[in-house]
């Protein structure tokens, strides 16, 4: 998640229940932010429990899959992926048909291929106040500032002639085309596995820095100011694979990502062609939060995904600051009602590209800044777009808080990504037979765990 915060202090390991404030002491937004997710990870562990990895109600099941032409149609309702509710609203009309495929992925193709999986991708995103300004409370003057964030279930469908392990479903034998076998091979791909990448994270322990106004320290995190650094993938894939687009690459962030930016289009407009010049709401508070000339953004909008495809990575040419007009380095093609905004990264290598992981298990460190320093492992890891780390630097102990190995030589410990929360579902199963195309449901849908006896109701009522 994306936002200002201090750090995040929940550890699913450490059993917590409950977070309790005491009187007379500081506040902290860790603690309520741990509170929420102590909350959310319960709620969301029972959902699992009693629902299973996915499933609807019978009754109000969503995401039902029809075909209107060779395009896919999605019902309206509800639909549970371990514990996160996806939902598509009930349309205005009762007559209108459901949402289709095409109308929520614009920029994908129709069914063409058979057989094929339809399937939604599911993650939790970050919504702030940039992205929906209806979180701004206007009683706290003409330029309110923004308070809080939001956490939102966002889902986006897609259309795949394979399993998620890669296997094409044209060599599958007839017998493991039904729910039971795909719905397993979804269930082992979200359980993730030996290919998750790791991250470890120290201070240098010879750290020097290059700003004349600070006394060097002999060792440590030699930042002036409390930072949470945010390491994510920018391209994914596996180093040394020729496939993934030169390999998988990451940005970083010294304040977690909350640098944002939002792109003011004048009411009415439509999509427009690609443009360079973008005129944003405000250039942030102060220098911490502001863009200047020369910082790399990250243009956003309601498409994005954690999956890709790849954000792009634009240099900031020019600001108008008197017209709030930013000149970037490439072209960006703005649709008003996808929400549009910048992030600003502070670490690209100067590339739009991002900078390539190097992974290593010895002494192959890579210098974010002021003696923060990463290593990624193990060989053969599979990055995915949008994995991030989340690293707190603190000056009073000039260290990070990142958790060690056990023992005498106790070492920065390798831990997978802090997030985002990311699933695969599969919906339904599209074949063909003899040019007639047909659907097989492969939702699981459950009922109530109490159900009244319509008999035993009626001995009640008698007796």
């Not at 994995?387 to 997978?416: F, K, Q």
């Amino acid at each position: 998640m994306y936002g200002d915060f201090s750090r995040m202090t929940f550890a699913p390991a450490k059993a917590y229940t409950g977070v309790w404030s005491q009187q007379g002491r500081v506040q902290l937004d860790a603690d309520a932010n741990e509170q929420t997710a102590i909350l959310l990870d319960w709620l969301r562990t029972l959902a699992v429990d009693f629902i299973g990895p996915f499933g609807g109600h019978v009754t109000r099941a969503g995401f039902l899959v029809e075909l209107s032409g060779r395009n896919v149609t999605l019902s309206p309702g509800h639909y549970y992926v371990y514990g996160l509710r996806c939902e598509i609203p009930e349309p205005a009309d009762p007559k209108a048909p459901g949402m289709t495929f095409l109308d929520l992925a614009p920029n994908a193709d129709a069914l063409t291929d058979s057989p094929q999986l339809v399937e939604m991708l599911v993650w939790e995103r970050s919504v702030s106040a940039v992205a929906d300004p209806d979180l701004l409370e206007p009683a706290l003057g003409p330029y309110p500032p923004d308070t809080t964030v939001r956490t939102q279930v966002a889902w986006a469908p897609a259309v795949s002639s394979k399993l998620p392990d890669g296997t094409p479903l044209s060599t599958l034998k007839a017998k493991h085309l039904n729910a039971e076998y795909i719905s397993g091979k979804f269930e082992k791909y979200n359980a993730g596995g030996s290919a998750r990448p790791l991250l470890s994270a120290r201070a240098e322990p010879d750290a020097e820095t290059e700003d004349a106004s600070i006394v060097p320290a002999t060792s440590g995190y030699l930042g002036v100011e409390n930072q949470l650094y945010r390491v994510e993938i920018h391209n994914g894939g596996t180093v040394g694979s020729k496939a993934d687009g030169g390999g998988p690459t990451f940005i970083w962030s010294r304040d977690n990502g909350s640098a944002e930016f939002r792109i003011v289009v004048p009411p009415g407009a439509e999509a427009s062609d690609p443009v360079t010049a973008v005129t944003v709401a405000a250039l942030g508070r102060d220098e911490r939060t502001g863009l200047e000339v020369g910082d790399w953004v990250e243009f956003i909008d309601d498409t994005w995904v954690p999956q890709g495809p790849l954000a792009p990575l634009l240099a900031v040419r020019e600001i108008e600051r008197a017209s709030l007009t930013v000149t970037l380095s490439g072209a960006i093609k703005i649709d008003p009602a996808r929400h549009p905004y910048l992030r600003r990264w502070d670490g690209t290598g100067d590339s739009q590209a991002g900078i390539p992981v190097a992974e290593s298990s010895g002494s192959g460190w890579q210098e974010l800044e002021d003696g923060v320093q990463i290593r990624f492992s193990p060989a053969g890891a599979h990055y995915q777009c949008g994995d991030y780390w989340l690293i707190p630097a603190r000056t009073a102990t000039g260290g990070l808080l990142w958790p060690s190995t056990s023992g005498t030589n106790a070492t920065p410990a390798a831990v997978p990504p802090h997030g985002p929360i990311r699933y695969l579902v599969p919906l339904a199963l599209i074949t063909d037979d003899k040019g007639t195309a047909s659907v097989m449901d492969l939702r699981t849908r459950f009922t109530n765990l109490a159900w009244p006896d319509a008999d035993d109701l009626g001995d009640e009522t008698d007796g």
